[in-house]
């Protein structure tokens, strides 16, 4: 076995087991808190954090422990996020550093005092002592289903013998929801996460999230744990007492535009892109020698190159996750079939409107643009009769929006014939 590679499910074994009961003599009367960091302005911030407090008087000791610290750096990390493979660390901070590291960010701070029996807390603490030494510290990391709240679900439902899991299946819930609306939720303000979570999400994002699972957000966590109840002295007790707020969040929510606001984007900047090559097409059809076709054809040409660009990048990078990612949001993505990697042989077209001004398109081109229609047209049929899963429909309606723009407009013009030679 690797270090690192022990997981929740051992945890759970060796605590059954009793292995970790007994008191260890770094704590003396200790005792937990969940703590729950709310979300803030950065990408990897966007969902929350959730840490687990153990205070001692008598010690002083006062710490949390915190699963899913990324070591950032390298592209050795970066390869192996991609690839499914990044080993995501527990570390241990006093509980002042923790504070002063969330006022900064300005992100809310809440913490949630326990009611566990004297022998929970010390299995508590014995694990969290054996988990954060080097050699046990580190965990392949899986952003839906092993993050640093589903870590503490599992610890915290296996100290207090079932009852986060008991009081999920009770708890009322409103509509069930998909992967795919909660990573949307959390995108909102930000319409670089918005796109990117939305892009390279595929139909695995289109599963419904089970109550248990739920949890994987710190926010359901936090409820979960007010709505356990557990067995102290005989009487049965909320597992965590009523929330304290440590610090607020000062500045406006991080999470305040719609999180269909990338979407909305763009599929109108595809509409209006594909009139634009449209309305191209048919005025130089009409005057192909004056002055302002020549200027609106190096114009389409100019926004022709953009859509070259950024549909091939985004096809490239979408078909390379595919190939080399052991991830299942992943391994297979439809808009790989929507922003195709050969889209970069736009380019060539676009610099030779740029360059001459002259919009007519070559027979391969216009090829091209019947066989791009063609997997779109599939698409569309294959998500009507259920084989295509992945909610899409703002890409499909952008890329479509072009491709028919340059097939009915450019695409539709024949190059100019030089004239006949006279006998």
């Known amino acids: 076995m690797k270090p690192g590679s022990c997981c929740i499910p051992l945890a759970v074994l060796l605590l059954w087991l009793g292995v970790l009961a007994a008191p260890t003599a770094l704590w003396a009367r200790p005792s937990a808190e969940l703590i729950t960091m709310g979300p803030g302005d950065m990408i990897w911030a966007r969902f929350g954090h959730t840490g687990i407090r153990i205070t001692d008087p008598v010690t002083g000791r006062d710490e949390v422990f915190n699963y899913g610290y990324a070591p950032f750096g390298g592209l050795g990390f970066l390869w192996g996020f991609i690839r ?36 929970q807390t010390h299995r508590l603490v014995r694990f969290l002592e054996w988990n954060a030494q080097p050699e046990n510290r580190e965990y392949l990391y899986d952003h839906l289903r092993d993050n640093c709240s589903t870590r503490v679900r599992d610890l915290l439902d296996a100290v207090a013998g079932g009852a986060l899991r008991t009081a999920v299946g009770s708890m009322r819930r409103s509509e069930p929801r998909t992967y795919r609306h909660y990573t949307l939720d959390g995108g909102r303000g930000r319409l670089d996460a918005l796109l990117g979570m939305d892009l390279i999400g ?16 710190p926010a359901f966590l936090q409820q979960a744990a007010a709505h356990a109840t557990n067995r102290v002295n005989g009487r049965t007790v909320p597992l965590a007492q009523p929330l304290i707020t440590v610090y607020q969040r000062i500045g406006p929510p991080p999470q305040r535009s719609s999180p269909h606001a990338g979407r909305y984007l763009v599929l109108a900047v595809g509409i209006g892109l594909g009139a634009l090559f ?4 048919r005025f130089i059809r009409r005057r192909p020698s004056s002055i302002a076709s020549r200027a609106l054809t190096r114009l389409s040409g ?24 052991l991830l299942p949001d992943f391994r297979w993505n439809e808009n ?3 922003f195709v990697f050969l889209d970069f042989g736009w380019c060539g077209l676009a610099g030779r409107w740029l360059v001459a001004g002259r919009g007519a398109m070559s027979r391969f081109s216009r090829h091209y643009l019947d066989f791009r229609l063609l997997v779109l047209l599939a698409l569309v049929i294959g998500k009507l009769v259920g084989l295509f899963t992945q909610d899409n429909w703002a890409f499909i309606g952008c890329a479509a929006s072009v491709v028919i723009g340059l097939r ?14 006279r006998s």
Not at 85 to 95: D, G, K
Not at 101 to 106: H, P, V
Not at 205 to 214: F, N, T
């Open 84 to 119: 499914g493979e990044a080993r995501f660390l527990l570390v241990v901070r006093p509980w002042e550093r923790t504070i002063e590291e969330y006022i900064r960010e300005d992100r809310t701070l809440t913490r949630q005092p326990l009611n566990l029996t004297p022998q």
């Open 202 to 217: 595929g139909p695995n994002q289109e599963k419904e999230v089970g109550r248990w699972d739920l949890l994987y957000l």
């Open 278 to 281: 449209l309305s191209t097409g």
């Open 302 to 325: 100019f926004f022709l190159l953009w859509v070259s660009l950024l549909f091939g990048l985004v096809g490239a990078v979408l078909t390379f996750l595919m190939v080399v990612s």
């Open 336 to 338: 790989a079939l929507v």
């Open 408 to 421: 009915l407009g450019a695409g539709s013009a024949r190059r100019p014939q030089p004239p006949a030679e």
